[in-house]
């Protein structure tokens, strides 16, 4: 079963505005949560993470949400650049594995 | 640095044949992974291991085995390759220590079974 979902496939946003991804997921021993950002012919990487504990995370230009009641979290980008144009994947850790979401790509123009 | 490092990059493989996905990672990361990402979709967990000598069942096992007799090796093994096994497959290696919970991914094996 898919216990981690992203529901939009693609978001499109301006240039300097901000880029909202959801993520919801089910299994509640979940413990960490994860964002990835992957481009064509290269495997994902690292963006930001969130244990289950807190509610929210910031890096820089990157925000991450996390409503455990509701079972959802959100990565914001602000402001999108051109260049955070990817697909973006959610991950879920109870450990020890990792589960992913089918991922948003976003498209940033400038 | 080089990180998790997956060869080959492509293959091609006929139906029924057998071939051995590497995977090596240099970082001394306990837990490792195997992934497989199809078109359009996410990336489904197929092996994970938590340590040398010790591996288990993902969502999506069936048709592929793994070893994991060395701390920095991950073989995936196909040994019957059939179309449904045509994807790209992402080895991946994490620490698994408090906050260091985030996974290194290679760069992929694209895979084509005809």
């Known amino acids: 079963d898919q216990q981690v979902k992203q529901n939009s496939p693609s978001l499109s946003v301006q240039e300097g505005r901000i880029s909202i991804l959801n993520c919801d997921y089910t299994?509640?021993?979940?413990?960490?949560f994860l964002w990835y950002k992957k481009y064509p012919a290269e495997g994902p990487t690292f963006l930001i993470s969130i244990s289950s504990i807190k509610d929210k995370n910031e890096d820089g230009r990157f925000t991450v949400f996390l409503n455990k009641s509701a079972k959802h979290l959100s990565l914001h980008i602000v402001p999108s650049q051109p260049g955070d144009s990817a697909v973006y994947f959610c991950?879920?850790?109870?450990?020890?594995?990792?589960?992913f979401g089918a991922g948003t790509r976003l498209t940033v123009k400038p | 640095n080089a990180g998790v490092t997956q060869t080959p990059k492509f293959r091609i493989l006929k139906i029924g044949q057998s071939m051995t996905l590497q995977c090596t990672q240099d970082m001394n990361h306990n837990y490792m992974y195997w992934y497989r990402q199809d078109p359009g979709m996410g990336l489904k967990l197929i092996y994970y291991?938590?340590?040398?000598?010790?591996?288990d069942k993902g969502e999506v096992p069936n048709g592929y085995n793994v070893s994991r007799s060395t701390t920095e090796d991950f073989p995936l093994r196909l040994e019957l390759a059939a179309p449904s096994q045509t994807s790209v497959y992402f080895c991946?290696?994490?620490?698994?220590?408090?906050?260091?919970?985030?996974?290194?991914f290679g760069q992929g094996t694209r895979l084509t079974v005809v």
């Open positions: 299994n509640s021993m979940f413990d960490y």
């Open positions: 991946a290696s994490s620490h698994r220590q408090g906050m260091n919970t985030e996974a290194f």
């Open positions: 291991s938590v340590g040398a000598g010790i591996t």
């Open positions: 991950a879920a850790s109870a450990t020890p594995d990792m589960r």
